[in-house]
C-alpha cells in the first residue's frame, strides 16, 4: 500500500470551501470589479481596461510603419527580470517568427485609467522601487514610470496571495547592476504550501551591445544609433512557483517591456510576456478556468489574441530532445508594438492582473489534496523536465548565463529547489501519469 504524505481533513468543509474560492476568483476575472473574500481580505483587487481591437503591426513612437511582420522574438523565464535576460529579449531566433495580421474591429475606446499617486501606491510594494520616487514622480507621464508601477504592483500583489495561503513570509532581496539599473527578488523556500516561490522585478538601461544590435536588425528592426551606440531600458516582472504537493500546479509568469532610444531622439518600444501553467497531473477544469480567466483578458481586446498567443505558447514551451511540451500552456506573445502604445500597455495590464485570478483559486482548490510516495516521485520527474526546457531551452537563461553583470540567482530562481532524473522512466500504460503525458505530447485545446 502506498505511504500517505498528506492527509485531507473534514473533507465536506474542504470541499465546500473549494467551490467558494473557485467561484469568487471566477467572478474576480470575470466581472473586473473590486471583490473580497471575507476569509481572503488581502487578496489583490483585480482590474480591468477596455481596449479597442486593431491591425498588429509594427512601428516606433514616431508612428512610421515598418511592414507586417509575421511574430516575433519568443523569449520567457525568470532571466526575463535580470539585466541580461532583459537585454536577451533581443536575440530572436527567426524561427519562431509567427505574427499574422489581425482585423481591426469595432470596440470602446481604451479608457486610460486613474493611476493615482505614485507615493500612496509605493506605500504598498514589497520594497521601494527600483528607480527613486522623486524621478518617478517627475516622469509620471511616461511609459518606463507606468510600466514599472505595474510591475511592482503585480510583485506585490502576487507575493501577498502566496503569503496569505502559505503563512509564510517573502525575502525580498534588492540587487544593482553596475551598468545600468537593478531589481528585486522576492523569494520563499521550503514554506508550508510552497518549497519554492519567486517573484522578480528588473529595471535596466545601458547601451546595447553591437552583437545584440546585429541579432534585433537581423528580424527586421531599423536601428540608428548615436556614434554607435543605442540606449535602451528594459524591465519586467517574473515569476516561477513550485509548490510541494503535486497535485497544485507550477505556475509561471512574465510580463516586461524594452525600449530603444535612436539617433534623431525617436524611440522603438515593444512588450511581451505570457503566463503558462504545469500541472503534475491532468484536470479538466482547472485547466479550463486557467486559460478561461486568460482567454477573458484577451477577448477584452482583440478576439485573436488568445488563439493566436496560446499557440505560441504551445511552440516555445516545447521540450525538443523529449518530444513534449512543458505544461498545458496558457499564453505568450513578443515584440507586441500596435495599435499604440497605450493599447498595446492596456492589454499587458489587463494579462498582469489575471496572475492571482488564474492561479489562486486552483491552490486553494488543491491545498489538503492526499498524495502518495508515488506521486510526489512523478512530480520530480516532471520537475527534471521543466530543468531541461530552462537550462537548455529558455533564450533569456542561456543569455543570462553568458552575459556579463547578470545576476546568476535571479536566473536561477526559476528552478525547483528539488527534483530527480530517472534512468529510461516511462510510466506504465493507463496511469494518470500516462495521461499527462499524452497530453503534454500532444497539446489539446481547453476552451
Not at 544593482?176 to 517573484?199: L, P
Request: one cysteine or more.
Amino acid at each position: 500500500m502506498a505511504t500517505i504524505v498528506l492527509c485531507s481533513v473534514n473533507k465536506t468543509a474542504q470541499t465546500t470551501t473549494r467551490r467558494c474560492l473557485f467561484a469568487h476568483f471566477k467572478g474576480l476575472a470575470r466581472a473586473g470589479e473590486s471583490a473580497h473574500s471575507p476569509s481572503l481580505t488581502s487578496l489583490p483587487r483585480t482590474r480591468w481596461s477596455r481596449g479597442t481591437s486593431i491591425r498588429f503591426m509594427s512601428h516606433g513612437t514616431t508612428g512610421r510603419t515598418a511592414g507586417t511582420r509575421r511574430g516575433a522574438l519568443a523569449l520567457t523565464g525568470a532571466a526575463a527580470l535580470t539585466a541580461a535576460a532583459a537585454v536577451a529579449g533581443v536575440l530572436a531566433n527567426a524561427n519562431h517568427l509567427q505574427r499574422a495580421e489581425m482585423a481591426s474591429k469595432v470596440s470602446p475606446a481604451v479608457e486610460r485609467e486613474q493611476e493615482g499617486d505614485i507615493l500612496e501606491r509605493c506605500r504598498g510594494f514589497m520594497s521601494a522601487p527600483v528607480t527613486e520616487v522623486a524621478l518617478l514622480q517627475e516622469r509620471k507621464g511616461e511609459m518606463s514610470t507606468r510600466m514599472e508601477m505595474l510591475i511592482m504592483e503585480t510583485q506585490a500583489d502576487f507575493c501577498k496571495a502566496l503569503q496569505e495561503v502559505d503563512g509564510g513570509t517573502f525575502k525580498v532581496d534588492r540587487w544593482q547592476r553596475k551598468e545600468g539599473g537593478g531589481g528585486i527578488s522576492c523569494v520563499m523556500q521550503d514554506g508550508k504550501v510552497f518549497e519554492k516561490a519567486g517573484v522578480n522585478v528588473s529595471v535596466v538601461f545601458g547601451h546595447l551591445t553591437e552583437e545584440a544590435a546585429k541579432q534585433m536588425r537581423s528580424r527586421g528592426k531599423v536601428l540608428k544609433g548615436k556614434d554607435g551606440k543605442l540606449p535602451f531600458c528594459a524591465m519586467g516582472v517574473s515569476s516561477v512557483i513550485h509548490p510541494k504537493n503535486p497535485h497544485i500546479p507550477t505556475v509561471h509568469f512574465n510580463y516586461r517591456y524594452f525600449e530603444i532610444e535612436e539617433e534623431d531622439g525617436s524611440k522603438q518600444w515593444w512588450f511581451g510576456g505570457g503566463t503558462d501553467l504545469t500541472p503534475i497531473y491532468v484536470n479538466e477544469e482547472d485547466a479550463f478556468h486557467f486559460h478561461n480567466t486568460l482567454k477573458e483578458a484577451c477577448d477584452k481586446h482583440h478576439s485573436q489574441y488568445y488563439p493566436d498567443f496560446k499557440k505560441w505558447c504551445d511552440r516555445y514551451f516545447y521540450i525538443r530532445h523529449r518530444g513534449e511540451t512543458r505544461g498545458i500552456g496558457g499564453i505568450f506573445f513578443d515584440d507586441l508594438d500596435s495599435p499604440s502604445q497605450e493599447d498595446a500597455f492596456s492589454f499587458v495590464k489587463s494579462c498582469a492582473r489575471t496572475v492571482v485570478p488564474c492561479y489562486l483559486p486552483i491552490v486553494y482548490k488543491h491545498l489538503n489534496d492526499p498524495c502518495t510516495e508515488e506521486e510526489k516521485d512523478w512530480q520530480q520527474v516532471r520537475r527534471g523536465r521543466y530543468v531541461e526546457f530552462n537550462l537548455v531551452y529558455d533564450r533569456g537563461v542561456k543569455f543570462g548565463l553568458a552575459t556579463p553583470g547578470s545576476r546568476i540567482e535571479s536566473i536561477l530562481m526559476s528552478l525547483p529547489l528539488t527534483a530527480r532524473w530517472e534512468y529510461m522512466h516511462e510510466p506504465a500504460k493507463g496511469t494518470r501519469e500516462a495521461k499527462m503525458l499524452e497530453v503534454l505530447q500532444n497539446p489539446k485545446e481547453w476552451v
